[in-house]
């Protein structure tokens, strides 16, 4: 497949025609553009990430069964796609308030939105891509009222499945947007990208920017970050580690006085029990510990106690087990 003539040149991507009428070949530049392009910087290497990013969530939606106008990625910087009519507008999905939101309503950062909102957007450059409301949509024919309904449903499972997939990436999906297009008998598919560009990544625990927050607001190492994003994505699940707390009913062998538990938990660790994080006395020992499901960690809390039983630290032993 190759490129035949540029047909658009937007901020982030060149499109080229191709010798198959109904595709079309997407040039991740490596331009970064923030505030309607009035903010602007190159980064070396930012389209490939950008491009590589993008073709690896259109490709997991496609396996889900979700219609996206992603054909195949053809080099580091290039993928074809379905070449579409866009619908002008921009669906935005949110699960946690930030940014223009929370400027427009005066709310406060990182409130949990549930169910999350969806919000619709003129694609306009020049009127800034105003908010607008089914009823606007309506009334200038910016989508029919079966396209409105279809994108809402679409964006919804998109935000199922990438919440999904990047949580168990240690990756919070704040918000994100979608734009689409039809084909010729009038289908539509997901278009454009889904990159750092068009996403707010949230690192789970420490809440850290991965996205292109860092570069609307000058927070520095923006390529270290959607590096970041790529690594964790193109990398197999990890193993999530939830809490547990177990209450051990264990009857301490004469002799031993452990009033704070340290005994208990300095031979936990000497045992190779690291992910025992506490270990208090009180009517019964409690400790806390990681581990990604219940039955391993019961397995473990039972292994424990087996084990301080050979060791000779107790004599009996019971407990409870329950996530936290
Ligand atoms: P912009 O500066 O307008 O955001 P981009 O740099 O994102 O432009 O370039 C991509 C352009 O191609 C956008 O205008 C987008 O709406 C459009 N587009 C996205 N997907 C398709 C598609 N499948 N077919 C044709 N055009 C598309
Ligand atoms: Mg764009």
């Known amino acids: 497949m190759n490129k035949i003539k540029l047909i658009y040149e937007g901020k982030a991507k060149k499109v080229y025609e191709t010798d198959d009428p109904t595709l079309a070949i997407f040039e991740y530049k490596d331009s970064l553009t923030a505030f309607n ?5 190159t980064m070396q290497g930012k389209g490939r990430l950008t491009n590589l990013i993008s073709a690896t969530f259109l490709k997991l939606l496609q396996d889900k069964g979700i219609p996206t106008h992603f054909v ?3 080099d580091d910087n290039h993928q074809l796609v379905k070449r579409l ?9 949110r699960n946690t308030s930030t940014g223009s939101l929370c400027k427009r309503l ?26 607008v409301t089914e009823d606007h949509i309506r009334a200038f024919c910016f989508a029919s009222k079966p396209q409105v309904e279809k994108m809402k449903e679409l964006s919804l499972k998109v935000n199922d499945i990438l919440s999904k997939y990047l949580y168990e990436r240690g990756i919070k999906l704040v918000d994100f947007k979608l734009e689409f297009g039809t084909d010729e008998e009038g289908n539509i598919y ?5 990159s750092p560009d068009t996403c707010r990544f949230w690192d789970l625990s420490s809440k850290e ?3 292109k927050d860092r570069f609307r607001k000058d927070l520095g190492n923006v390529l270290e970050a959607y590096e970041e994003i790529w690594h964790r994505i193109s990398q197999p699940k990890a193993a999530i580690q939830k809490r547990y707390e177990a209450k051990l009913f264990i009857y301490l062998k004469e002799g031993v006085l452990d009033t704070q538990g340290k005994t208990v938990l300095s031979s936990l660790h000497s045992l190779n029990y690291p992910e025992v994080q506490d270990v208090r ?6 400790i806390t ?30 407990f409870e087990l329950e996530e936290i």
């Open 190 to 194: 997901v278009a454009d990208e889904i």
């Open 85 to 93: 009519k866009i619908i002008p507008l921009e669906v935005v999905v």
């Open 106 to 131: 005066g709310v406060e950062e990182g409130l949990d939105l549930v169910p999350p909102l969806v919000e619709f957007y003129l694609k306009n450059d020049e009127l800034g891509d105003p908010l």
């Open 281 to 286: 006395v009180g009517k019964y020992l409690k």
């Open 37 to 41: 392009a009035q903010k602007k910087d």
């Open 289 to 318: 510990l990681n581990s990604p499901s219940h039955q391993e960690a019961e397995f473990k809390v039972k292994k424990m106690c087996e084990d301080l039983l050979v060791n000779d630290l107790i004599e009996e032993y019971a």
């Open 72 to 74: 195949k990625l053809l």
């Open 209 to 211: 920017r991965l996205d």
